[in-house]
């Protein structure tokens, strides 16, 4: 497959659409604040380009990945940019503004625990609108270049495939300026499943 | 002075006043050939350690050194003047869930090619669990490697 149909597209993008809605909500109970949601993107890349895709390779991002098991395999990636980091621990545990200054293990398992929260509510609502059911793994961080977790996980990709379908996704604390970006990329097996759900799913409405 | 940028699956040689640049390496391994005497260098930019059936390129850690050599012997360099410097392969997340890290097979493979070709390795910055730009100049053969969380080095 090297190419989505547009219908594909749409489909993904409706998919998209509704886990990321449900993303957003269970990341707005966590933080206690509205988040607004960008539109999200569907693309099929080639492993070797992904990092080209998120740009400014220097720059510094807290990541959180994780593998997804069941009957949806893939990765997800959900990252902030470094300087946003201690602002969401805040918020997440409640500290006043400014408190948290240091990424200690505490703080670390709050960033792994938002990946993880965020993730399943994405999954969740996947399982509901299509019926594959799947859950994530034990959440991973780095806080690093852009360009060097993005290498790492396009090499994790490489091994099986040539290209990966991306679905991206940006949602947006207004008040602080807290962007959070969330990168799904099911296995190319799961591709082929997840655009037989879409279609039975969409068909039978 | 001059730079020359090398990204996932290339390799670029360099003849002079340049520098070869990789940005941002995680898990990938960037090996650097060059000629003792003269400023002449080629850098490599690999994802994987082994070509996959069918394929070959430099993507791959055992072609892309390949390539590299045979490169730098058409421009008459000879094995025998080469040395190399490796960087990179680095765990870049705190659990692994593959077993064995693609980034140390990786540096295994660069070490395995490269001993067997007799060329020997006379830096290197690799592993650990952070992200590295690599600097290298052509002309005084050391690279600046450069990292968010472990400072700067000079290999």
Known sequence: ?205 | MEVIRVNIGELKIAKGDLKLIAYGIGSCVVVVCYDKKEPIAGMLHAMLPERKKGEAGNKFVDSGIENLIKELINLKVSIKNMEAKIFGGAKMFDINFDGESIGERNIRKAKEVLLKKGIKIAGEDTGSNYGRTIEFNVINKTALVKSFSAGEKIV
Do not use: C
């Open chain 1, 1 to 205: 497959m090297k190419e989505l149909t547009n219908f594909q597209k749409d489909a993904l993008l409706e998919l998209a659409n509704i886990g990321s809605g449900n993303a957003a909500t269970a990341l707005s109970q966590l933080i206690g604040k509205d988040i607004t949601l960008n539109l999200p993107s569907v693309s099929f890349v080639p492993v070797v380009k992904i990092s080209e895709k998120f740009g400014k390779g220097q720059d510094i991002v807290a990541a959180v990945y994780l593998r997804i098991y069941g009957e949806i395999n893939g990765r997800a990636l959900i990252f902030f940019p470094k300087d946003k980091v201690f602002p969401i621990i805040d918020l997440l545990m409640k500290r006043k503004s400014g408190e948290t200054k240091e990424l200690g293990e505490t703080e670390q398992s709050a960033l792994k625990e938002i990946g993880n929260i965020i993730l399943s509510s994405y999954l969740n609502a996947i399982a509901k609108f299509i019926g594959l059911n799947s859950v994530p793994s034990v959440p991973s961080l780095a806080i690093d270049m852009i360009d060097a977790i993005f290498e790492t996980v396009s090499a994790e990709i490489a091994e099986a495939d040539e290209d990966a379908l991306l679905i991206e996704n940006e949602m947006i604390e207004k008040t602080t300026m807290i962007k959070s970006s969330l990168l799904i990329i099911p296995d190319k097996e799961t591709m082929v499943k997840i655009i037989k759900a879409l279609d039975s799913t969409i068909k039978g409405i």
